[in-house]
């Protein structure tokens, strides 16, 4: 601190290596230490994600959901959603309803509460599966019909016209959401996933590879759908490898 001015230097280090991954400066005057603090948590928040985690997409999340609550809320969502268990995928719902609560503006809570119904009905964590679909896809259409910030609410509803075997449709849907966002991670990593399932390896192979390059630390998911795609594609070596990396980075993921 210098009379009304003050430096705060924030470092990531990676406690194995001691390897500083990520560092950064903030100088502000010392007007309103809380605002202040809470400015430079949102910068932290949000460079982080945008360098390590997300890319593209941290910068409309932040830019979609300006309050520390609501970012607070959703990231505890995004963190129990990767998690790819029956009770985390709950956790995730409450805490990607309260973000549509706080925000009815943006697509951003609606399309991740749809992205969980949908999972629900795909790996059978649920009751009624015609329920969970009727769910998924109200919560995305309601998505679609906001302005589409990251590209998402496509991405779900893709994935909802897939399993209604509308295939045509929901390559179109996917494609959509990559042209909205060619640099989203989980725009790319979603459509790859539409992709495989409609029978185009090359193309899921391409789209799957561009997420894990935007998102150095992508979720285990991802590796699923890379491991599924070289299957498909007759790799049977490279799916083995990937999907004993996926076993070991979640061994408890059902896939």
Same mark, same amino acid.
């Given at each position: 601190r210098a009379g009304n001015r003050v430096r705060i230097s924030t470092t990531l280090t990676d406690g194995i290596s001691g390897e500083i991954v990520w560092a950064e400066n903030f100088d502000r005057d010392l007007d309103d230490a809380? #605002?202040?603090? &809470?400015?430079?948590?949102?910068?932290? #928040?949000?460079? +982080?994600? *945008?360098?390590?985690?997300?890319?593209?997409?941290?910068? *409309? $999340?932040?830019?979609? +959901?300006?309050?520390?609550?609501? !970012?607070?809320?959703? %990231?505890?969502?995004?963190?129990?959603?990767f998690k790819m268990d029956q009770a985390s995928l709950s956790n995730a719902r409450?805490? @990607?309803?309260?973000?549509?609560?706080?925000?009815?503006? =943006?697509?951003?809570?609606?399309? $991740?509460?749809? !992205?969980?119904? $949908? %999972?629900?009905?795909?790996r059978g964590w649920t009751e009624s599966r015609e329920e969970s679909m009727r769910s998924a896809k109200i919560w995305a259409e309601r998505g679609v019909a906001l302005t589409d910030t990251d590209?998402?609410?496509?991405?779900? +509803?893709?994935?909802?016209?897939?399993? &209604?075997? &509308? @295939?045509?449709?929901? #390559?179109?849907?996917?494609? &959509?959401?990559?042209?909205?966002?060619?640099?989203? =991670?989980?725009?790319?990593?979603?459509?790859?996933? *539409? !992709?495989? %399932?409609?029978g185009e390896q090359d193309g899921a192979l391409h789209h799957i590879k561009l997420a894990m390059r935007y998102s150095p630390?992508?979720?285990?998911?991802?590796?699923?759908? !890379?491991?599924?795609?070289y299957r498909a594609a007759g790799d049977m070596d490279q799916a083995t490898g990937t999907a004993r990396e996926a076993i070991a980075s979640s061994p408890n993921d059902l896939s």
């Open positions: 809380f #605002l202040m603090l &809470d400015e430079i948590t949102g910068h932290i #928040l949000t460079s +982080l994600n *945008v360098k390590l985690v997300a890319g593209e997409s941290a910068k *409309v $999340w932040h830019k979609s +959901l300006p309050d520390l609550r609501s !970012l607070e809320a959703f %990231y505890r969502g995004i963190h129990e959603f409450s805490h @990607f309803e309260m973000v549509a609560q706080l925000h009815p503006e =943006t697509s951003i809570g609606p399309t $991740w509460i749809a !992205l969980t119904h $949908w %999972y629900d009905f795909q590209g998402q609410a496509h991405t779900v +509803l893709s994935h909802v016209l897939l399993i &209604d075997r &509308d @295939f045509e449709t929901a #390559l179109a849907a996917g494609r &959509d959401a990559v042209s909205n966002r060619p640099s989203c =991670t989980h725009a790319n990593g979603f459509y790859a996933n *539409v !992709l495989h %399932y409609c630390y992508h979720p285990t998911l991802f590796k699923d759908i !890379l491991a599924a795609t």
